[in-house]
């Protein structure tokens, strides 16, 4: 039955906040969506959840579910960890929403499920593409051909805790949560820019965006040499907010330091908020080929 055409595909964006679900049809377009906060207790999150997918499905049958939530995880099991969701541990999400859906499900880090979702919806055709997400941390997906990469024992890049010359106006405050002294993620992220500049992204002023924007070039500069992407889109809210100003200002001072080799194109993300749930479908569909 859920291989009819009246099948759903549903995609889920587990945050440490909110829940965020949708519904779509046999060609990816949404149908349905709903969201909410989500509870600190894992049972009633998981009760929440089933909820969540039951408005979406209407009664449909359901042909495959996706998810994108905090690591760290093991994709190929489907046991999650969320580091932000502190009554989630070692919870075998697969194994309960495949007995509770009797479909099959995939799930990974939101970042990399954004970047699937950036690269499918986009229409790119690269083949290799790199999608950083600045938001309350910072964080990335990598696709070789279209299919998220994974490296040893199934982890995934973590982009944002490389270390880089900075400025900073205030080196003794640049502290990162992983409990590295010299991440990337302390100097760019909406966390570090509060903590290095005692005030929120949007505040900042010229003087400081280009402070942030040479951050970001100098972490671009190393992800280009040793992943040579052909193509870098950034996303999260403070990426959206420093907009072009930013993005453009982080791009020269990439250039004007990659030596050797081929150039990235970088640009913003056009999918805004729901990078990661419209991601979550793409992996929901792609469920079908790995029955």
Avoid at 55 to 84: E, R
Wanted: charged letters at 20%.
């Amino acid at each position: 039955m859920a291989g009819t055409s009246t099948a759903l595909f549903v995609g889920l964006d587990i945050g440490g906040t909110k829940l965020m679900v949708a519904a779509a049809g046999q060609d990816g377009q949404i149908l349905r969506r709903t969201r909410a906060p989500t509870p600190a207790r894992l049972g009633e999150g998981l009760a929440l959840l089933n909820q969540l997918i039951a408005t979406v499905a209407q009664g449909q049958p359901i042909a495959g579910i996706g998810a994108a939530i905090g690591g760290p995880l093991d994709a190929a099991s489907g046991v999650v960890s969320p580091l932000h969701q502190p009554d989630w541990r070692e919870v075998p999400l697969k194994q309960l929403l495949e007995a509770r859906w009797a479909c099959p499900f995939a799930v990974d880090v939101d970042t990399n499920v954004a970047a699937l979702g950036e690269y499918t919806l986009g229409r790119l055709d690269v083949p290799r593409f790199l999608y950083i997400t600045l938001s309350t941390g910072m964080g990335g997906g990598f696709l070789v051909d279209g299919a998220i990469y994974h490296g040893m024992r199934g982890a995934h890049p973590e982009v944002g805790h490389q270390s880089i010359p900075f400025r900073a106006p205030h080196p003794e405050r640049v502290a990162c949560e992983c409990g590295a002294p010299d991440c990337l993620e302390a100097l760019i992220s909406g966390n570090g820019i509060r903590r290095v500049y005692g005030k929120p992204a949007e505040q900042l002023g010229d003087a400081e965006w280009d402070e942030v924007a040479y951050n970001l070039g100098q972490g671009l500069r190393n992800l280009a040499a040793i992943y040579l992407p052909d193509m870098i889109v950034l996303g999260g809210g403070v990426a959206v907010g420093g907009g072009e100003r930013l993005i453009g200002a982080a791009r020269r001072v990439m250039a004007e330091r990659l030596k050797l080799v081929p150039h990235p194109e970088v640009r913003l993300s056009q999918l805004g908020y729901d990078t990661a749930l419209l991601g979550a479908v793409t992996l929901a569909r792609r469920t079908r080929k790995h029955k």
